[in-house]
């Protein structure tokens, strides 16, 4: 009897055990119908620690970090559908990036905050390739550049840029690319001031400006404005006899003054003092102060000039001449005495400057001598002789004149009481 319970009780265990897994199966194929598995892709923003690289001085070029990833997920299609981006947060470590250079960084597993049962299956993309370049810092000179035109007979001089030299802190392949800095001047506003601030452009290697540096480093040029202006010289007093002051030869003929464009403007020279040749029978140098006006300036003088002053001895020469061109004034009018001067021709010397002298003829000389008061006979009279300009007489010549009377002639006047002689047929 026992066995036959113990047999049907056995029986009753195994048709409750398939009743229940019979019953969990209706469960599941009732699930799957209407909550069934399903995937599902969810856009989630990519945050990372980008910051740690200003610290190890490095930038990533080119490609950026992805704004955000793919997120594939797996679960019922409730919980699924219910999932939203703001449930995971995904992070791009750069904590081992260290050198320059491109570096494959794997994205780390998304983390889910909410309280769904899903699957992660992954993320797109896995993996970011980036290209990582070290921020280095390098001086360059700053360099003046000049455009416009300045008045005619200017210049720019002590120019100066403050500050001489800039560090320029950039990824390497940039900094090699820059070819110089310049500070750009238009000449056209010197005229007004003395000071400019600008800011420096950097040129790259192709002689083009790099928009990046563009109005970030600041500078001021300063500067002088300066005209060239001829030096004039003069002497004073006059040569030892028998010698002439022929030249003087400056060191420089003209000098660089400093000044407002109003001042330049209003000089035309410079004078220097004028030298003492009274005296003088050599050449000899010596140092002339210059006179500058008050408000200017010598750029590239120390105020003085040096000065080559050549004294030279007068070239003699006897000209020859003719005493037929030789005038005779103070002369009687009465036309009782002629007048004749003996010789042919007198001898006159001169003395004077070389070249003048080379070119003198009796042509270029007038010569006369004053009979005033002179009787009957001959005379020996000083000639008062009339040279070019720069030449003059080394010794007055004379001559001899020779005065006669001349034969008066009778005048006969007729009778008043004569009588007429008749002509024929009268």
């Known amino acids: 009897m026992n066995r036959l319970i113990d047999k049907l009780f056995e029986r009753d265990a195994v048709a409750k055990v398939l009743s229940v897994l ?42 950026s970090i992805p704004a955000t990833v793919d997120v594939r ?42 309280d769904k049962d899903i699957i992660i299956l992954g993320t797109n993309p896995a993996t970011v390739r980036l290209y990582f370049e070290k921020i280095v810092g390098k001086q360059y000179p700053v360099n003046i550049e000049f455009t416009g035109n300045l008045p005619e007979g200017y210049q ?31 000449l056209n506003d010197l005229s007004v001031t003395k000071e400019l601030v600008v800011r420096v452009t950097v040129y790259d290697t192709e002689g083009k400006p790099m928009s990046q540096f563009e109005g970030k480093y600041p500078a001021i040029v300063s500067f002088d404005l300066a005209r060239k202006l001829p030096v004039t010289t003069t002497v004073r007093g006059k040569p030892k006899a028998g010698y002439y002051f022929k030249e003087i030869i400056p060191d420089t003929s003209s000098v660089l003054v400093v000044g407002s464009k109003d001042l330049l403007d209003s000089i035309s020279r410079i004078e220097a003092e004028a030298v ?62 002629e007048y004749a001067i003996a010789a042919h021709s007198i001898s006159i010397p001169v003395e004077g400057r070389p070249e003048l002298l080379q070119e003198l003829d009796a042509n270029d000389i007038r010569c006369s001598v004053s ?23 080394r010794e007055r010549p004379t001559v001899t004149v020779t005065i006669n009377a001349t034969a008066q002639e009778t005048v006969t006047k007729p009778s008043t009481d004569a009588t007429p002689v008749p002509t024929p047929g009268g």
Do not use: C, M
């Open 73 to 114: 997920i797996r679960g019922r299609k409730k919980r699924v559908d219910s999932v939203s981006s703001a449930d995971f947060s995904v992070f791009l470590d750069l904590s081992d990036v260290n050198n320059s250079g491109i570096q494959v960084i794997r994205v780390q597993p998304p983390e889910y905050t909410g």
């Open 156 to 186: 720019i001089v002590n120019q100066r840029v403050d500050p001489g030299i800039i560090l320029i802190q950039e990824k390497e392949g940039t900094l090699s690319r820059i070819d110089r800095v310049v500070a750009l001047v238009n």
């Open 22 to 63: 019979i019953a969990i199966l209706i469960w599941f194929l009732v699930l799957d119908q209407e909550n069934p598995f399903t995937e599902r892709t969810i856009t989630v923003p990519l945050s990372s620690n980008v910051e740690v690289l200003e610290a190890r001085n490095l930038q990533i070029v080119g490609s």
């Open 276 to 337: 003492d040749i009274e005296g003088k029978s050599e050449s000899f140098r010596t140092e002339l102060k210059l006179n500058v006006p008050q408000g200017a300036t010598l750029a590239d003088n120390n105020g003085t000039i040096s000065v080559l002053v050549n004294i030279e001895p007068l070239a003699t020469r006897t000209i020859s001449f003719p005493t037929s061109q030789i005038s005779i004034y103070d002369s009687d009018t009465s036309g009782a005495f």
């Open 371 to 393: 009979v005033r008061d002179l009787r009957e006979g001959e005379h020996q009279v000083p000639v008062t002789v009339s040279l070019p300009a720069g030449i003059s007489l």
